[in-house]
């Protein structure tokens, strides 16, 4: 009941964002004392209801900057006096200029907030200075992640300063495996971004049932995506799938405990099912993909991966690299990380019409299993698995992104990028 109420606020701020909105006309509307309301909003979105409007407010500025108005017009249009007040809003809480934020970001509509729909965790910069008490770290400059490729702002974490991120999540479990795995990864010489210990040497906090830790900041930079379609592409896919395939080898040596995921039964038995009627998918390549994956999906070596291997999880510093998060690891078949790595590139620079670009993608994703393979030999078996693991790898991204509202767009980008891999399915054979 109280979430529908604070839904209902959520959706009345959206519609009336150029509007003089106030805590006590939303207490009013929501049947409670303003004392009552502030509690319940905090406590079901994670921020305070005045600051989550300011936050709404500059977001969709934001937008409306990229697609061509002014600062000082998008200022007063969301209720800023001056061009300044709006300028120092957005620096307390993003840690960014709106020009730098421009510049990092793409022109992408704020999608609507749904708390029945996704799990929101906000978490505000003051909070934040509290937390890194635990760390001594509370004077250090703030400032949001934000993914180069897509202009996504990170709902877990913030960059500390220079030299940390603080990351949250309400799953104590998943951050302790983070932790137990860049330490096991560590230990065997690959950087990766550690944990450090608070003052009172543990590596979590926790406050009001979130997780809080923190890790170092590697040098160096993160792979884009958009980069990788130049005339040396070929030999770059080479140097990714050799990246990967040394991180496999090292992830063979960790011994931890993680879930054991088998991906040819979640496509099966839920993904393409989830998937009828929304793409375009032959009953004939349905029964082939059940009948042949399924005859050699128990014969695949399997073992410990990364599961997230995005470009944006590798770090180039000189000749050294380094990889990032390791909070979806899982056991899983081996060749699922050399896979992933070609399709998160897809995934981040896919244009539906450009037949020269997908057709270089073919070669980048061919060219990454190669040099997989120079590190980590392949069976005859895996050579023959690697397009359907491609494929399963989308049909489950494609199934989960359709059920995800504030992941719309990234449906309809894989909804396509499926279609495409089904109709192109025979060209990313290996002979």
């Known amino acids: 009941m109280n979430l529908a109420i604070i839904q209902k606020s959520i959706d009345y701020i959206e519609d009336n964002l150029k509007t003089d909105i106030t805590a006590k006309?939303?207490?009013?509307?929501?049947?409670?004392?303003?004392?009552?309301?502030y509690r319940l909003f905090q406590s079901a979105?994670?921020?305070?209801?005045?600051?989550?409007?300011?936050?709404?407010?500059l977001l969709n500025a934001l937008y409306d900057m990229h697609c061509g108005e002014k600062m000082v017009i998008v200022a007063l249009n969301y209720g800023f006096e001056t061009q300044a007040g709006f300028y120092k809003a957005f620096i307390r809480e993003f840690g960014y200029t709106p020009t730098e934020f421009l510049n990092m970001s793409k022109k992408k509509k704020p999608y609507r907030i749904n708390l029945f729909k996704e799990e929101h965790i906000m978490v505000s910069h003051k909070k934040l200075k509290e937390v890194l008490q635990n760390w001594g770290l509370e004077n250090e400059k703030l400032t949001d992640v934000v993914y180069a490729e897509t202009g996504n702002i990170s709902e877990s974490a913030?960059?500390?300063?220079?030299?940390?991120?603080?990351?949250?999540?309400p799953n104590l479990g998943n951050i302790e495996k983070h932790i137990s795995l860049s330490q096991a990864i560590e230990s065997i010489g690959l950087s990766t971004a550690t944990p450090i210990k608070t003052v009172e040497g543990k590596f979590v906090a926790a406050s009001e049932e979130l997780y809080f830790y923190v890790t170092r900041r590697l040098e160096g930079k993160q792979l884009k995506a958009s980069t990788m379609y130049f005339e040396d592409y070929m030999p770059k896919a080479r140097f990714i799938g050799e990246i990967v395939g040394q991180l496999s080898v090292a992830l063979s040596k960790v011994d931890v405990i993680t879930n054991q995921a088998n991906i040819f039964k979640s496509a099966k038995e839920w993904a393409i099912p989830a998937l009828v009627g929304k793409v375009d998918m032959p009953k004939s390549f349905v029964e082939m993909y059940e009948k042949e994956f399924g005859e050699i999906y128990e014969s695949l070596p399997q073992q410990i991966i990364h599961r997230?291997?995005?470009?944006?999880?590798?770090?180039l510093c000189g000749g050294n690299w380094g990889v990032?998060?390791?909070?979806?690891?899982?056991?899983?078949i081996r060749i699922f990380d050399p896979c992933y790595a070609a399709t998160a590139i897809l995934s981040e620079s896919f244009e539906a019409d450009n037949t020269d670009k997908l057709n270089q993608w073919i070669m980048i994703y061919k060219n990454?299993?190669?040099?997989?393979?120079?590190?980590?030999?392949?069976?005859?078996?895996?050579?023959?698995?690697i397009p359907y693991v491609v494929i399963t790898n989308q049909l489950i991204s494609t199934a989960w992104f359709s059920e995800q509202e504030k992941y719309r767009e990234l449906y309809e980008t894989n909804k396509k990028m499926t279609e495409?891999?089904?109709?192109?399915?025979?060209?990313?054979?290996?002979e």
């Open 308 to 315: 997230d291997p995005n470009p944006g999880n590798i770090i």
């Open 158 to 169: 913030c960059y500390v300063g220079d030299n940390y991120i603080i990351k949250f999540s």
């Open 368 to 385: 990454i299993l190669y040099g997989y393979d120079e590190v980590v030999k392949l069976s005859d078996n895996e050579w023959k698995a």
């Open 45 to 57: 979105v994670g921020l305070p209801v005045m600051q989550y409007i300011t936050r709404r407010r």
């Open 420 to 430: 495409w891999m089904l109709q192109n399915f025979d060209d990313m054979l290996f």
């Open 324 to 332: 990032l998060d390791f909070d979806l690891t899982e056991r899983n």
């Open 25 to 37: 006309e939303l207490s009013e509307m929501a049947g409670f004392s303003m004392f009552h309301y």
